[in-house]
């Protein structure tokens, strides 16, 4: 059964530094990754999908990267802001499970001005 | 700018109560998805439809809990009767295929 796991599960930072966000998942057969963002008392906003076969993705400020073989993804957010605090979850579409997405628990982010 | 609309936002029942909560799914996209969101649970998908076709609806309560799609331009969940620990957050989310989801705000359901 594949888990997924997101390190740390709360961190806080200055404004202006550099986020990293880990996500781990425990089979590699994968479809897709997908980034989300959930501020609070919000739905889910997609950030970034990562197909299987790309080994990164980048949306202004975002990047993010996949090891599949070694089953890790991460999501770096340059440069920081107090907008960016919100919790990051990360989810995997195995490929034995048509269209179900596992989700990791989260990281919530707070970034201090 | 294409979105997953849910309504209502925002519902409070009584015990015993039918509730329905509706979704319209972003034009095209041919998978819909139910979840239910709790602080201790996290998300939980409920029900899933393909081109209108259930295709799980394992992790929904049978007995009191059922999911539809009359058309392709709206999903329901239904719950009756409800009771206190449905009280949750119900997402909608729809995708273009199996391997991207987008999500709706949600509906907030307090049932007491």
């Known amino acids: 059964k594949q888990e997924v796991t997101q390190i740390p599960a709360a961190l806080s930072v200055p404004e202006g530094e550099n986020l990293v966000l880990n996500c781990s998942f425990t089979?590699?057969?994968?479809?897709?990754l997908q980034w989300f963002r959930q501020d609070p008392g919000k739905g889910l906003t997609s950030l970034l999908l990562?197909?299987?076969?790309?080994r990164e993705q980048t949306s202004g400020r975002l990047n993010a990267s996949l090891d599949k073989s070694s089953g890790r993804s991460t999501l770096y957010i340059a440069a920081s802001q107090p907008g960016d605090s919100a919790t990051y979850l990360c989810a995997v579409f195995p490929t034995d499970s048509w269209g179900k997405l596992q989700f990791g628990a989260g990281t919530q982010v707070v970034v201090t001005p | 700018d294409a979105r997953v609309t849910q309504t209502p936002r925002h519902k409070v029942t009584e015990m015993g109560q039918e509730v329905t909560m509706r979704c319209q799914p972003i034009l095209g996209h041919n998978t819909v998805f139910w979840y239910r969101q709790t602080m201790m649970q996290g998300l939980e998908l409920l029900a899933y439809?393909?081109?209108?076709?259930?295709?799980?609806d394992s992790g929904m309560p049978k007995d009191r809990f059922s999911a539809e799609m009359p058309d392709a331009t709206l999903a329901t969940l239904k719950i009756q009767p409800s009771e206190p620990r449905d009280s949750a957050v119900y997402f909608c989310?729809?995708?273009?295929?199996?391997?991207?989801?987008?999500f709706g705000p949600g509906t907030r359901l307090t049932v007491l």
């Open positions: 989310a729809s995708g273009p295929h199996a391997g991207e989801q987008f």
């Open positions: 990562i197909q299987s076969s790309q």
């Open positions: 439809f393909r081109n209108r076709a259930p295709l799980d």
């Open positions: 089979d590699s057969a994968i479809y897709n």
